[in-house]
């Protein structure tokens, strides 16, 4: 099973060969509600770590979504414009937003899954 890392920003990577998959987390989008517009970026975009490059916007709110590693965005899914709600029923799965290939060393603060369940117990 590929290795999946989190952010304070509730963005999760599975790291997968040369690539890394990225989406938000189940607790995000349970925050948001339900789903209705994404904003991706452009594939080939170079973009830094903590670097805002996507919008996910709610009948709750609008949200940024930054990129959680630095590199080259590789890839987007198209599926997410025309069906956004894929983010509300599968967040790790089909709901994926970009795909980056990484360049230099990851962020130290990237979370395993338990400390990443500690995180948010905590923010209640």
Known sequence: MPEMKYTKDHEWIRF???AATIG?????QNALGDV?????PEPGRDVTAGEAIAVVE???AASDVYAPITGRVT???AGLVDDPALIN??????GWFFKITPAGA??????DADAYAAFVENLV
């Open 16 to 18: 997968e060969g040369d």
């Open 24 to 28: 938000i987390t189940d607790h995000a």
């Open 36 to 40: 209705v517009f994404v904003d991706l």
């Open 58 to 60: 709610s009948v709750k």
């Open 75 to 77: 890839e987007v899914n």
């Open 89 to 94: 029923s599968e967040p790790t799965g089909a």
């Open 106 to 111: 990851l962020p130290d603060d990237l979370m």
